[in-house]
């Protein structure tokens, strides 16, 4: 531990460890065993990997969700004289063949990816050419997938890091990544001083724009307003422009520049405001108020949005509005995930009856499957940065679950291949070796060099694609080419003692227990959502009860913060969202006559909520038809009932004339309306603990 004092005082500039950082340390360096970081936003993690990067021999590997927060890191590394490079899209050949080299040689001591690039071929080929010290896994929510790399690469040892999970999660990664539960965790509370969470209850949005408005021009500091989709984040700022305010947007569907110029704009100024989706955030340690201008998905997303705010110690206040017109929105995204029945039979009969390759595995372009009208489609919230596809949900399950398969290292399909500078190419062209006379031979020219499409190469050269694969990989590590992927394949082992089912009645019966798992995370994401209604509407310390749902339950000074919404009032909020438990049959009429399948009635309830889907969109009755959402007032289960007894009667079949079927007149998007809410604000005292509103 000398070294590692030593390390933080003259590479670092600070005389000590803080919080648990020098255990943790500890724990990695002296112990040489694997730990859990649970600390809050702005706890200090980064250091626990950093220090001992320059304590150990080798590589330490971090793999992190988001590009600017790789940037910010190697950056302030970089001017601090530490070896350092993240490894990511953005980069120009030039620098992606320099920091390979580096790492390859053993000269580089920490390298930033993203959970992305472990699907990289090329990546994991010159990984195994590394000794990987330690594996720092920096929120990131692939666990089954960094963790088979970690066994793969023979990782000495691993660092998990997150600022938010609950018991159950944390039992989760310490499973996979084989840490002792009682000495490898270590946790800091999430209690925050200096934040004051605070709730407000708004009928509509202009309700909210009155409140934000002034507050945004009283602020003494930067200000973050979260929103759901990315047309709420442009439409918000659009709002707040003529009140003197000058809101910058940030979204997933901004060009990359675009959002890296807005976060480092925001990160330079004192008084800047983002109106931004949930894709903005990791590595912001600023935020003189966090507003919540849509309630968070869960409670795990709201401490680590707010855990942006009052980084610099000072007051910080943190709003929260409860709408009941956004919650058909949430409550879609919740049920977004779930397909339907007969989608996951197709699925699982190609999976199932998929010849395996010689080398006993099988492989799937997921984008395809995905993009198939009776695809798994991907989820349908694309601005957070950790979300997996259904699809990933699916094949994990047969691998977890039921053990059919053993996910392996993906790789690629495409391969477009690039001259470096100097002389190369002539050594490309030099090469004598059969995969690389191979690869001449089946490549095609392009614009910019040459394109080679590894797997049909393979099968009409009866060569294994692997060879092929690692002759590109070692012209590319010598600088002789660059190469750009594409078209990932993911790969899985078959377990010989635990066969795929292959008759259509035991793969229906797989497919029903795959579709069961849906509705149960459905259920669980509804629930998580509860929750965040329970947070504000309950008659306790707002500081308490979030310290409390991730185990701290004594860490507030008396149970009561005295600065949230329920310390000044006395009482939890008033809101009540209802859903319609009866529909309207004139409703359900007309969702019919416009659809005409009949072979899915939660593909009717989804057209009649709001919740998209491949084949909605198909068929033309999803975004952009005037019906599409307007049944959103009414209980979702209640609408998969009222359709399932129409399908019933049609015997669940499918419509022949579905592919005919006309788009609505209406040529406008749709978008939620300000219904009336039957929430209040009012604040009396009685106590509402058991009141649950719209998820009774």
Known sequence: MEKAHQILR??????????????????????????????????????????????????????????????????????????????????????STWVKSEVVSGSMKLLYVAPERL?????????????????????????????????????ERVLCLTATATKTVAEDICKNFLIDPLAGVFRTPVFRPNLAFRAEVAQNANEKLNRIIPMLKERTGPAIVYVTTQKQAEEIANNLMPHGLEPMVYHAGLPGDQREDVQQKFMNSDRGIVCATIAFGMGIDKGDHIIHYNMPKTLENYS????????????????????????????????????????????LQEVALREPAPDGTIDFNQYQQSKQENGLRVNVLPDDPVQPTVLNLCYAQLELDFGHIRATTPFYTIYDLAPSRGDGWSKVMADKSPAAITIRKHWTAKASGYQIDTVS????????????????????????LTCK???????????????????????????????????????????????????????????????????????????????????????????????????????????????????????????????????LTAGKWSTYHSLFGSMDSVDFNVLVEAFDKECAKASYTRSATAVSAQPSRTSQKRSYPARSSTSSTSRGGSSKRARRGRYT
């Open 457 to 480: 190469t393979a099968t009409y050269a009866k060569i294994d694609r692997t060879e092929i694969a690692k002759q590109i990989s070692i012209w590319e590590l010598n600088g002789l």
């Open 119 to 155: 699907n990289n071929e090329s990546f994991v080929n010159m990984m195994r050419q590394v000794k990987i010290s330690l594996l720092a896994v920096d929120e990131s929510h692939c666990i089954s997938q960094i963790a088979r790399f970690a066994e793969e690469m023979d990782v």
């Open 304 to 347: 680590q949005e707010v855990g942006r705010a009052g980084r610099d110690g000072l007051e910080s206040t943190c709003l929260m509005f409860l709408c009941a017109t956004d919650i058909p929105i949430l409550e879609g995204f919740a049920r977004g995930d779930t397909c339907a029945k007969r989608d996951i039979e197709l699925w």
């Open 485 to 615: 992927p594409s078209q990932v394949r993911t790969r899985y082992n078959v377990d010989a003692r635990h066969p795929m089912p292959r008759d259509i009645a035991a793969i229906k019966d797989l497919a029903n227990q795959l579709y069961e798992g849906m509705l149960t995370r459905e259920q669980e994401a509804i629930e998580k959502l509860r929750q965040v209604i329970e947070f504000v509407t309950t008659d306790d310390c707002l500081a308490q009860s979030l310290a409390a749902y991730f185990g701290d339950d004594n860490v507030v000074p008396d149970g009561m913060c005295g600065k949230c919404g329920f310390c000044m009032s006395g009482a939890g909020l008033d809101f009540s969202p209802t859903a319609l438990s009866t529909p309207d049959p004139k409703q359900i009429r007309a969702i019919l006559d416009a659809c005409p399948e009949r072979d899915d009635p939660r593909l009717l309830a989804r057209m009649a909520f709001g919740i998209t889907s491949p084949r």
């Open 10 to 95: 003259e590479t670092f500039g600070f005389p000590s460890f803080r919080l648990a950082q020098e255990e943790v340390i500890r724990r990695l360096i002296v112990e040489n065993d694997n730990a859990l970081v649970l600390f809050p936003t702005g706890g200090g993690k980064s250091l626990t990997y950093q220090v001992p990067a320059l304590c150990l021999d080798g590589l330490t590997l971090v793999i992190s969700p988001l590009i600017a927060l790789m940037k910010d890191q190697v950056d302030a590394l970089v001017d601090r004289g530490v070896k350092a490079a993240n490894l990511d899209s953005t980069l120009s050949a030039e620098r």
